[in-house]
């Protein structure tokens, strides 16, 4: 059987932690924007850094797994 728990959960942080599509750092201007989806640098980097957080969070420490087909 195939997990699909780490594509699922990768694709879906993916679309949801994109930098400017719900929040973003700005470079210089103010703390935070929403839904500005412009981006920058400094954005990049820290949506990368919580995208693998959430993601090792929810696949190793939490044990998620979605198993589809036959055994």
Do not use: C
Request: aromatic share 12%; hydrophobic share 55%.
């Amino acid at each position: 059987m195939l997990d699909w728990a780490p594509i699922l959960v990768g694709l879906l942080l993916f679309i949801l932690l994109s930098p400017g599509l719900i929040f973003q750092v700005p470079e210089n201007t103010h703390t935070v924007e929403f839904g500005s989806l412009h981006t920058n640098g400094r954005a990049v980097i820290v949506h990368t850094f919580l995208f693998f957080g959430a993601f090792t969070i929810l696949i190793l420490a939490t044990g998620i797994h979605i198993y589809t087909g036959r055994s």
